[in-house]
């Protein structure tokens, strides 16, 4: 199991080390929001191999905002396992198997060289796709607004 950076967690909220936490986890969340966004742009220009990537990017974004709230660490790993994923995204009430396992598979689509020639991507594919990119967004981050304001 990986060390978590203990001696960060904040012991209130009017510490440096609570207000360095939210910043960090705040410009994670923006940098999803922001990947988000631009992958909409690129399939407008049909770009869908970078849609894939930006994709890949805003639920990579959104999970590491997750591990520095949860394990109070500024400095999230570079890759995040199945294995470090699957506790972030799971609760009490909500299986996280699905979730983690679409960020797996955006993790595989984006990281392919080249689409095999027989199965190019298609638009309603990608836009597939971002729709679920963006409602597991929503879905983490309504949870870690949540989380923040407890």
């Not at 949860?70 to 609760?91: A, D």
Request: charged fraction near 20%.
């Amino acid at each position: 199991m990986q060390d978590h950076d203990i001696s960060t967690q904040p012991s209130s909220k009017h510490t440096p080390a609570y207000h360095m936490l939210r910043t960090t986890i705040m410009a994670y969340h923006q940098h999803a929001k922001y990947h988000l966004k631009l992958s909409a742009i690129m399939c407008n220009h049909n770009q869908f191999k970078a849609c894939l990537i930006l994709c890949d990017w805003a639920l990579a974004s959104m999970i590491k905002a997750l591990y520095i709230h949860k394990y109070h660490s500024v400095h999230p790993p570079k890759e995040l396992t199945m294995n470090e994923i699957l506790p972030l995204v799971h609760t009490d009430t909500e299986l996280g198997l699905d979730i983690a396992l679409f960020i797996g598979t955006m993790q595989h689509m984006s990281s392919l060289e080249d689409c095999p020639h027989d199965q190019p991507l298609k638009l309603n594919n990608i836009e597939s796709l971002i729709q679920r990119t963006e409602e597991i967004l929503d879905d983490l981050s309504a949870r870690l607004m949540k989380d923040s304001s407890e």
